[in-house]
């Protein structure tokens, strides 16, 4: 089957640089996706990699090495409206429809 | 205009009642999901839909049964609703194969 690893919790403070790590496991790969979802909110959609290397997109970016199945999301420049949870996703590998989202981290952003 | 809307947004109701939960897409997408999350915030896929059509049914108890009249619209019924169904329920869409899934608001079930 498909699993997914992440850290549960991280903590940073405002300002700060943070990196969520995500590691999966599954046979046939459509790309690693990362999704933010505040207390009481939808998920919504960071990014996607898929091939190797680092996308930017404003203060997120995130990176992808598909030969250690392997992905992490890197915040800059931390505020106080970061905090959230932040899941990373695969393709369903029987068909490659429907999202598996991993466990999820919560960052909490300090003052 | 939301993109995907479903409704309602809370439902408290006791054990053993019948309730559905709607959900509309105006993104124009083929593919529609039920999803389901815990109290540990764990998304768990239930039901996947491509053009009306059944793709993905997931180890979920036969009292859940979703319905796609057209493929702007997936509601679920759930019948003989147990304390263990209290969770958020998303509904979420995709175009085919499309690397973004919109999610609605959630439905927050309380089984009482």
Not at chain 1, 32 to 59: C, I, K, M, V
Not at chain 2, 4 to 23: A, E, F, H, R
Not at chain 2, 76 to 96: K, M, P, R, T, W
């Amino acid at each position: 089957g498909q699993s997914l690893e992440q850290p549960s919790e991280v903590t940073a403070v405002e300002g700060a640089i943070v990196q969520i790590n995500c590691t999966y496991q599954t046979s046939g790969f459509y790309g690693l996706s990362w999704y933010q979802q505040h207390d009481g909110g939808a998920p919504t959609f960071l990014s996607y990699n898929a091939l190797d290397g680092l996308e930017e997109t404003g203060r997120f970016s995130s990176f992808l090495s598909r030969s250690d199945s392997y992905g992490y999301l890197l915040l800059q420049e931390l505020q106080m409206k970061d905090s959230a949870s932040y899941f990373c996703a695969v393709r369903d590998q029987r068909d490659g429809q429907n999202f598996v989202f991993g466990p999820g981290t919560r960052l909490s952003v300090l003052p | 205009d939301t993109a995907v809307s479903q409704t309602p947004k809370y439902l408290v109701t006791q054990m053993g009642n019948d309730k559905s939960i709607k959900c509309e897409q105006n993104l124009g997408h083929d593919t529609m999901y039920w999803y389901k999350q815990d109290s540990k915030k764990f998304l768990k896929i239930m039901f996947s839909y491509n053009n009306k059509e059944l793709i993905i049914n997931e180890t979920v108890p036969n009292r859940f049964s979703p319905k796609s009249p057209d493929k702007a619209h997936l509601n679920l019924h759930i019948n003989s609703l147990e304390l263990g169904d209290s969770a958020v329920y998303f509904c979420a869409s995709s175009q085919d194969r499309q690397t973004e899934a919109f999610f609605g608001q959630g439905t927050r079930l309380t089984v009482v």
